[in-house]
Each structure stands twice: as C-alpha cells, then as structure tokens.
C-alpha cells in the first residue's frame, strides 16, 4: 500500500523557520522524482521543488529560492522540505507528490503551514 505521510507543519511567526518531512512506503522511492506542491487558500496548486538521484538533480520554484531547501534521503525514504524566512503569503498545506509518468500519481494527505503574528 502506498503511503506518503507529511508532518512538521504548523504555526510560526513572520520570519521563522519550519522543516517538513515526507515519509514515503509502498513504492521504489529511490527510482521516483519526489515534489513538495503547496496550496494557498482560495488559490491552485504550486509546485516548489522536484528532486531525483539522492537530491543531485533539484528544481526549485523561483517564488521558494534562496528561502526553501528541498532534500530527500533516498535510505530513508524521506523527503524533507527547510523553509526559512517565512512569510504571510507562505501560508498553504503543503503537500508531497511522486511524479509516475505522465502525472504525479501518489500524493499525501498534506500538512498546514500557517504563518500568522
């Protein structure tokens, strides 16, 4: 059975730092390009980074650079997600997604992030 089970949202200030996880079962994680995708209230589906091959291969959206680091150990089957500096307009469930062509076919229940003073 398939699972990806996110956990290490929740509530922070203007400013802070949160690190996500993405615990992955059922499939070949390793041989899978993994996805942290976002969805703001009242708003679709972002995605924010893609990573294959132990993390050596990595995307990152343009709107998370330099604040967002994606990583994945591949031993472990986790993904993680280190978000700093985090903002008002950050606030979203963040969710984790395996892509199997020509979709991302496995997704998580997701975890809220909610950036609030």
């Known amino acids: 059975q398939v699972q990806l089970v996110e956990s290490g949202g929740g509530l922070v200030q203007p400013g802070g730092s949160l690190r996500l996880s993405c615990a992955a079962s059922?499939?070949?994680?390793?041989?899978?390009?993994m996805f942290w995708v976002r969805q703001a209230p009242g708003k679709g589906l972002e995605w924010l980074s893609a990573?294959?091959?132990?993390?050596?291969?990595?995307y990152n959206a343009d709107s998370v650079k330099g604040r967002f680091t994606a990583s994945r150990d591949d031993a472990k089957n986790t993904l993680y997600l280190e978000m700093n500096h985090l903002q008002s307009e950050d606030t979203a469930v963040y969710y984790c997604?395996?892509?199997?062509?020509?979709?991302?076919?496995?997704w998580g229940r997701g975890t809220q992030v909610t950036v609030s003073s």
């Open positions: 997604a395996a892509w199997g062509e020509p979709t991302l076919d496995y």
């Open positions: 059922g499939f070949i994680f390793g041989s899978r390009w």
């Open positions: 990573l294959y091959n132990g993390g050596s291969d990595t």
